[in-house]
């Protein structure tokens, strides 16, 4: 291997390593990303989803739901293994989003109900 090839061959392994330990300080130390989940939704005052599966299949569910986006900092640790989790809510201040049905939000599998 002639010195050319051992120089950007290092260049390219540092890159390497830089760019894995930069993603890992922003998911792993800061935590620079949106946590998604799904929360009850009531159809009579909200406009909910609904997925669309056949009622037979056991694992189908129609309960209708809504999504929240939170900021992964603004959630609070908990391990489901050690004690119930409290529902993800969005307070004053808080950089979060609850997502409900409408035309633009509507995932595959989906429909809505209620008030759209």
């Given amino acids: 291997m002639d010195s050319k ?14 760019s894995l330990s930069a993603k890992f300080y922003k ?3 800061e935590q620079d ?3 998604s989940a799904k929360l009850e939704c ?7 989803f609904v997925w669309d599966c056949d009622l037979a299949d056991e694992d189908c569910d ?9 900021y992964a ?13 409290g529902a993800l809510q969005c307070t004053k201040g808080d ?5 409900y049905c ?7 599998g989906e429909f809505c109900q209620g008030i759209i």
């Fill in 73 to 85: 900092t603004e959630v609070a640790n908990c391990d489901p293994r050690f004690g119930e989790c």
């Fill in 62 to 70: 129609q309960s209708p739901y809504k999504y929240i986006w939170k």
């Fill in 33 to 35: 990303f949106y946590v």
């Fill in 102 to 108: 409408d035309e633009n939000t509507l995932g595959e």
């Fill in 27 to 29: 998911f792993s130390v």
């Fill in 5 to 18: 090839t051992k120089i950007l061959t290092g260049a390219l392994v540092l890159f390497i390593l830089v």
């Fill in 42 to 48: 009531n159809p009579e005052t909200e406009s909910c």
């Fill in 95 to 99: 950089d979060c989003e609850i997502v």
